[in-house]
């Protein structure tokens, strides 16, 4: 569908009459919708005058319609300063307490103390109920590592020596640089006697440049 482009005649009309006439009106007068009656006015920058918003036609309320059934000014609600809901009988022993998990929430809900298993096979262990979810569980590995050693400085990561994500003893968990784990993880393409050597490599470099 091709798009109607105002004409010099159109735009003169909708300027002359706009103010003061009904925009239905004037679209059908014009064979125009009135959204596009609309936008024209607004891009013109032409509004209703007062007489027009006044009248009946504007369908506007006039101000008594409906006064029954408003608020005067400076009414009192009847519940002003009370807290929540409080329509008497049993209503307060059947509010959600503080910290209530209802539905799916209350069942998927884990105690601190509790253990899972994360889909890369880290075993973490649930710390704290306060902090931001994502902060509630910890990596096991680093508990036990930071409980022998104290706090990981940073910058730093602790790894399984074995690869074995399960095997949590102390003398299996290995703290490395992040740097160090980059260049761990680049050489697992090649075959073990080459990464053994690699390794061995980058031993005796960082022993150099200790000295």
């Not at 006015?41 to 369908?59: Q, R």
């Not at 009847?78 to 049993?90: I, S, T």
């Not at 959600?96 to 799916?104: E, L, S």
Request: proline letters at 4%; a positive charge; glycine letters at 10%.
């Amino acid at each position: 569908m091709s798009k109607k482009y105002w004409t010099s005649e159109e735009i003169a009309i909708v300027q002359q009459e706009y103010a003061r006439t009904p925009t239905k009106q004037l679209a059908e007068k014009l064979g125009r919708s009135c959204t596009s009656v609309y936008n024209k006015a607004a891009g013109l920058g032409l509004k209703k005058n007062d007489d027009y918003l006044s009248s009946p036609a504007a369908c506007r309320l006039n101000g008594s319609q409906g006064e029954s059934c408003r608020f005067g000014k400076g009414h009192v609600p009847h519940n002003k300063g009370d807290k929540g809901w409080q329509a008497g009988g049993r209503s307060q022993q059947t509010q959600f307490k503080p910290g209530h998990r209802g539905g799916r929430a209350e069942q998927l809900h884990r105690p601190v103390g509790s253990e899972r298993v994360t889909e890369d096979g880290y075993l973490q262990r649930k710390t704290n109920e306060d902090m931001p979810f994502h902060h509630r569980w910890k990596m096991v590995h680093n508990l036990l590592w930071e409980e022998a050693h104290g706090k990981r400085p940073a910058g730093y990561i602790v790894v399984f020596k074995n690869g074995n994500k399960q095997d949590l003893g102390l003398d299996n968990l290995e703290l490395i640089s992040r740097a160090e784990n980059m260049r761990r993880n680049t050489i697992h393409r090649y075959p073990a006697e080459l990464k053994k050597t690699i390794r061995l490599a980058g031993k005796l470099r960082r022993t150099i440049n200790e000295k």
